[in-house]
């Protein structure tokens, strides 16, 4: 990541010592007019929407394809004051969550254009809801699992996730730091459990 806020920018050092203590590959951006924000990137498990937003540029998007090769990378116009993963978040393997605002909606419709696999989309009546983290333990017996905002937060769309069949369902109270401007992707580091070698 690259803040765009070069206030924000020390923060990187910090993770960047984490991952180097974890063992982990660690890839710089090196242009110095490319910004990237974590919550603007979408990993679905077969590919990267990066969402263009205010705080992620197409210099930082294309990092990101520079640097996962393997994987397509499309880009998704976000408008308005959100970040891409605070629209939209994957709630299964197959399964896109976004929130019913138009720019939700609009985000989503991009990425099903740009997209060469079929996902199922859910609905959710708030966006900050779809601001979630679906996670695979890769631990034999152990099901895959959705952290979402619970504790009371956004109840229309708790009742709504219940929809996810395939997934344990984690609720996460965020309403205090939610207060702050921090989402719950922002405030998660997802790594694998296997370093780069």
Known sequence: TRPWSPARRPEVDGVRKALQD???????MGDENATLDG???LFTGREFFVGLSKWTNHRGAEIVADTFRDFAVSTVPVSG?????????MGGPRTVVAGSS?????????????????????TLPDDAAADCLFLR??????????????????????????????VTLVPVSCSELEKAGAGLSSLCLVLSTRPHS
Request: aromatic fraction near 2%; hydrophobic fraction near 40%; glycine fraction near 12%.
């Open 39 to 41: 919550t603007d990137v």
């Open 102 to 122: 138009e720019a939700a909606q609009k985000a989503v419709r991009a990425m099903a254009v740009l997209t060469d696999h079929p996902y199922a989309s859910l």
């Open 22 to 28: 974890l063992g982990l590959r660690i890839v710089e």
């Open 137 to 166: 333990p890769g631990l034999p017996g152990v099901p895959p699992f959705l952290l979402h905002r619970g504790g009371g937060d956004l109840p229309n769309s708790q009742e709504a996730l219940q929809k996810l069949s395939d």
């Open 81 to 89: 004051p959100s970040h891409l993963r605070g629209l939209c978040g």
